[in-house]
């Protein structure tokens, strides 16, 4: 497996290639990352992994100086995985200017959910994006494929959305929510949890399953017992300590309040201690 640190020295070491595929990450990795470029092995002829904690998609108050950085221990795992090459950008290759140039998202599938808790958190990560299918894919002769994590649900869509407005030539590919044996979707910052706080991250999952239950269990009636369900969901993480932004149900499509018939996916964030936790669970 080869590291890369430049772009240049990425397109190098793409260019005898034809199909790459790519599973953008911001490394501390772990076996959800690991199963995303398991599934693109398969998809291309040649598998990148780019690690980069991208400034952008954080907010001043958030965790950007103290996220983990773990190259080393990252590159031996997606050498494991069957990643063939890695690009770990510096932030000065990445952004050498300031990046004034910004991919928006529209406001009502990207100021939602998380980006209505995280303002410009999408713009932060389409922009990044953006660059990373522009590095690793402008030379590719035959299918580009960038494959990236459902619990990120909102992201995923984002994503997708901007693919196809922008009509990049890239297959979007979704790999499944990876968890622990409790339950806990496997996360990056599961790893600031304390033990006592790890114990009890599993709640958040099993509040999004019980208010799936109850949101099926409402059925026709659902646009109307909705709001109640969803505070009562909020109220029982909160009285068990959490700080919930949201615990909702809504239609797979758009992510907007369900219409009688449409396809759902209940979708949960929420503090716990100082560590803010997302998962979902489509219906
Ligand atoms: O999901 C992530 O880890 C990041 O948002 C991504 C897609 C790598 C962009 O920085």
């Given at each position: 497996?080869?590291?890369?640190?430049?772009?240049?020295?990425?397109?190098?070491a793409?260019?005898?290639?034809?199909?790459?595929?790519?599973?953008?990450?911001?490394?501390?990795?772990?076996?959800?990352?690991?199963?995303?470029?398991?599934?693109?092995?398969?998809?291309?002829?040649?598998t990148?992994?780019?690690?980069?904690?991208?400034?952008?998609?954080?907010?001043?108050?958030?965790?950007?100086?103290?996220?983990?950085?773990?190259?080393?221990?990252?590159?031996?795992?997606?050498?494991?995985?069957?990643?063939?090459?890695?690009?770990?950008?510096?932030?000065?290759?990445m952004?050498?200017?300031?990046q004034?140039?910004?991919?928006?998202?529209?406001?009502?599938?990207?100021?939602?959910?998380?980006?209505?808790?995280?303002?410009?958190?999408?713009?932060?990560?389409?922009?990044?994006?953006?660059?990373?299918?522009?590095?690793?894919?402008?030379?590719?002769?035959g299918?580009?494929?960038?494959?990236?994590?459902?619990?990120?649900y909102?992201?995923?869509?984002?994503?997708?959305?901007?693919?196809?407005?922008?009509?990049?030539?890239?297959?979007?590919?979704?790999?499944?929510?990876?968890?622990?044996?409790?339950?806990?979707?496997?996360?990056?910052?599961?790893?600031?949890?304390?033990?006592?706080?790890?114990?009890?991250?599993?709640?958040?999952?099993?509040?999004?399953?019980?208010?799936?239950?109850?949101?099926?269990a409402?059925?026709?009636?659902?646009?109307?017992?909705?709001?109640?369900?969803?505070?009562?969901?909020?109220?029982?993480?909160?009285?068990?300590g959490?700080?919930?932004?949201?615990?909702?149900?809504?239609?797979?499509?758009?992510l907007?309040?369900?219409?009688p018939?449409?396809?759902?996916?209940?979708?949960?964030?929420?503090r716990?201690?100082?560590t803010?936790l997302?998962?979902?669970?489509?219906?």
């Amino acid at each position: 497996m080869q590291v890369v640190h430049t772009i240049a020295d990425l397109r190098a070491a793409l260019r005898p290639f034809n199909a790459p595929a790519l599973v953008p990450t911001m490394g501390n990795l772990h076996a959800g990352h690991l199963a995303l470029v398991k599934a693109a092995v398969p998809l291309g002829d040649v598998t990148v992994a780019s690690v980069f904690v991208n400034r952008l998609q954080f907010a001043p108050h958030e965790d950007f100086d103290t996220y983990p950085r773990t190259l080393e221990a990252d590159c031996e795992k997606l050498a494991a995985a069957g990643c063939n090459v890695v690009f770990a950008p510096s932030e000065r290759d990445m952004y050498p200017e300031p990046q004034g140039y910004k991919v928006q998202p529209p406001a009502e599938l990207a100021d939602i959910l998380e980006g209505h808790f995280r303002p410009g958190f999408f713009t932060g990560v389409c922009t990044v994006v953006m660059k990373l299918f522009q590095i690793a894919f402008a030379e590719a002769k035959g299918r580009r494929t960038a494959v990236f994590g459902q619990k990120d649900y909102q992201q995923l869509m984002v994503i997708r959305r901007m693919v196809k407005q922008f009509a990049l030539p890239i297959d979007i590919v979704a790999g499944p929510t990876e968890r622990a044996a409790d339950g806990l979707a496997l996360s990056s910052r599961n790893g600031y949890l304390s033990e006592a706080e790890r114990a009890e991250a599993v709640q958040l999952s099993l509040a999004l399953r019980a208010l799936g239950r109850d949101a099926l269990a409402a059925a026709d009636g659902l646009q109307r017992h909705l709001p109640a369900l969803e505070e009562r969901a909020m109220q029982g993480l909160a009285a068990r300590g959490w700080k919930p932004d949201y615990l909702t149900v809504r239609r797979r499509e758009d992510l907007q309040p369900p219409r009688p018939g449409d396809a759902l996916v209940v979708l949960g964030a929420a503090r716990l201690g100082t560590t803010r936790l997302i998962d979902n669970l489509e219906l």
